[in-house]
């Protein structure tokens, strides 16, 4: 099913579709901190270091010069719908735009709650190969800052009476670990 679901990913990519919007991260980030600081303050005493780490991945991002396709954003499980007859349909497109493409891959991730190997597989099952490191930097940047922007999301949901539980910290977690990761490959390139 996962390889069903990222050879559909694949064909909307490449499909050469435009659109006038873009899906900017560091933009979204800034919007829901905004929100959050609005109603709050935001509940992480490492927050100042984290949004530190999360706006120098933005800007690595910004300075590869990636290709940018239209792309879901919210390529969570639920929004890829098997069919009886077999076929595959994505649904929910609220959030999509123009960006790199390897964003819905590491937003699938981190849906999905995958670890490192099961992260690694799903690039390769995208790719249909082994990534290059180029390519794993810039999936784990997205995982990291996709973790950043959906738990800055659930902090303004709870300011709104919407609990998430455990989510705000798993996506919290995610941006933290993925960020030391890309810090690891970096040195390596």
Same mark, same amino acid.
């Given at each position: 099913d996962v390889s069903l679901c990222?050879?559909?990913l694949k064909r909307v990519h490449e499909a050469g579709l435009q659109v006038q919007h873009h899906f900017n991260i560091g933009e979204r980030i800034e919007f829901y901190e905004t929100l959050c600081k609005s109603h709050?303050?935001?509940p992480f005493e490492d927050y100042p270091q984290v949004k530190a780490q999360m706006d120098e991945l933005t800007d690595r991002l910004d300075h590869?010069?990636? @290709?940018?396709?239209?792309?879901?954003i919210d390529s969570v499980a639920?929004?890829?719908?098997?069919? /009886?007859d077999g076929s595959l349909r994505l649904i929910?497109?609220?959030?999509?735009?123009?960006?790199? @493409?390897?964003?819905?891959?590491?937003?699938?991730?981190? &849906?999905? &709650?995958?670890?490192?190997?099961?992260?690694?597989?799903?690039?390769?099952? !995208?790719?249909? *190969?082994? @990534?290059?490191?180029?390519?794993?930097?810039?999936v784990y940047s !997205?995982? /990291?800052?996709?973790?950043?922007?959906?738990?800055?999301?659930?902090?303004?949901?709870? &300011?709104?009476g919407e609990e998430f539980g455990e989510y705000t910290l798993i996506m919290y977690r995610y941006a933290k670990n &993925? !960020? *030391?990761k890309v810090q690891n490959l970096v040195q390596k390139l």
């Amino acid at each position: 099913d996962v390889s069903l679901c990222m050879k559909l990913l694949k064909r909307v990519h490449e499909a050469g579709l435009q659109v006038q919007h873009h899906f900017n991260i560091g933009e979204r980030i800034e919007f829901y901190e905004t929100l959050c600081k609005s109603h709050g303050d935001i509940p992480f005493e490492d927050y100042p270091q984290v949004k530190a780490q999360m706006d120098e991945l933005t800007d690595r991002l910004d300075h590869l010069g990636r @290709p940018e396709t239209l792309s879901h954003i919210d390529s969570v499980a639920d929004n890829f719908l098997f069919l /009886a007859d077999g076929s595959l349909r994505l649904i929910d497109w609220e959030y999509a735009g123009m960006c790199d @493409p390897l964003i819905d891959v590491a937003m699938c991730a981190i &849906y999905s &709650y995958y670890d490192e190997e099961q992260t690694e597989r799903l690039i390769e099952t !995208y790719l249909e *190969r082994k @990534p290059d490191k180029t390519e794993q930097t810039v999936v784990y940047s !997205y995982v /990291a800052l996709g973790g950043f922007l959906w738990c800055l999301w659930a902090v303004y949901k709870s &300011y709104v009476g919407e609990e998430f539980g455990e989510y705000t910290l798993i996506m919290y977690r995610y941006a933290k670990n &993925y !960020y *030391r990761k890309v810090q690891n490959l970096v040195q390596k390139l």
